[in-house]
């Protein structure tokens, strides 16, 4: 067999500890950033939520739903000319 010709499986066969060395050294790695990232992570503070909207936000709400209908009756009932 030539060299480089079909050698593939001997190669992979031959590194097989240094890939897996490898794979050892990414998995510690991913870990390491892993747990520097959740070290920074802020404790989340309570914060309350409204249970009622704003009076200025239910009247915007009304006003798109009707102008929403009105665009949808628009574009159903064509316009007389």
Sequence with gaps: MQPG???GFQF???NRGALIGLAIVL???LLAIV???MLEVPPALPKPSRRMP???EVAL???LVMVLFEIVAFEIVPAKF
């Design 35 to 37: 747990a520097f990232v």
């Design 54 to 56: 704003e009076p200025f």
């Design 12 to 14: 992979c066969s031959q």
């Design 61 to 63: 709400a009304v006003v």
């Design 5 to 7: 010709v079909g050698s």
């Design 27 to 29: 998995m510690i790695v």
